[in-house]
């Protein structure tokens, strides 16, 4: 799939679900967020850049940890995810964050301009992660550090007949490679190629809890990555689609709500 596709499917794909995103999933991805802010071992006065940054489930903690001497820049492909994390700093007075729309795989700043690189559960949408990390390590000043989260291995992710079931009804192409960076060392192994060292890698397994078949649906179709191809169903569709999804998860019923395993892999890497 062309490259530039796949950024702008991203892009609006995102600023669909963005209004929804949080509502769904703050709860679920916070053990991966939580595992990734404890590797970055960010310090007080630390420049850190958070990538693919969406509502700011990293960026904010991060700017607490480094305090008002510190500052924390946050950069997503989608608008309404800047626009939302923007507003949300604002509220809380948080005067030592900055946001911007940019590509993961073309970071707009200057090389050894920052203590950190962040990304939490974007990387694996990038269409080219090599490059992404090479841009990471370009603008990590030297011993600096970058840590990313990504979902691990498909057959551990409860909720993973989300693609194929939406892709059965519309073309979708949201990221025919969702899983691979979760698969084995795959995630260790890119951050070598891109050129860092002391590669660390934890695989930690959770629980994604809902409530009931409306908060698991809304957050597979409405809050996540089909949230593009997800506007076109019509009605007989969207109906057909929630059903063949809520029989996929079926296993996981937990009386009135759902108990879906999942999987999540965090590396950190450091500049030489």
């Not at 700011?56 to 946050?74: C, K, M, N």
């Not at 939406?166 to 949201?174: H, Q």
Request: glycine letters at 10%; hydrophobic letters at 40%; aromatic letters at 8%.
């Amino acid at each position: 799939m062309d490259d530039r596709l796949q950024r702008r499917i991203q892009r609006y794909g995102w600023d669909r679900s963005a209004d929804h995103y949080e509502g769904y999933w703050r709860r679920q991805l916070e053990p991966a967020q939580a595992l990734l802010l404890r590797m970055a071992e960010l310090e007080e006065g630390e420049r850190v850049l958070d990538l693919a940054c969406g509502t700011g489930l990293v960026t904010l903690p991060a700017a607490d940890a480094v305090g008002p001497s510190g500052e924390v820049v946050g950069t997503d492909i989608s608008q309404r995810m800047v626009e939302l994390v923007t507003e949300r700093a604002t509220e809380l007075g948080v005067r030592h964050v900055s946001f911007d729309r940019m590509d993961a795989e073309d970071v707009g700043f200057p090389d050894a301009s920052f203590d950190a690189v962040l990304c939490g559960l974007g990387l694996m949408y990038v269409p080219d992660p090599l490059r992404s990390l090479q841009e990471m390590l370009r603008v990590l000043k030297p011993g600096g550090r970058a840590v990313c989260a990504v979902w691990g291995a498909r057959k551990n992710c409860g909720w993973a007949e989300i693609f194929p079931i939406v892709d059965s009804r519309v073309s979708t192409e949201v990221c025919p490679l969702f899983f691979q960076l979760g698969t084995g060392e795959a995630l260790s192994m890119t951050y070598e190629a891109a050129g860092f060292g002391e590669v660390i890698c934890k695989r930690i397994t959770t629980v994604l809890e809902y409530d009931g078949p409306d908060s698991a649906v809304g957050a597979a179709f409405a809050g996540g990555p089909v949230a593009m191809a997800y506007a076109r169903f019509d009605d007989e569709t969207r109906e057909a689609a929630h059903a063949e999804y809520r029989a996929s998860i079926e296993p996981f019923r937990s009386n009135a709500g759902y108990r879906i395993p999942g999987e999540f892999v965090v590396v950190h890497g450091m500049k030489k």
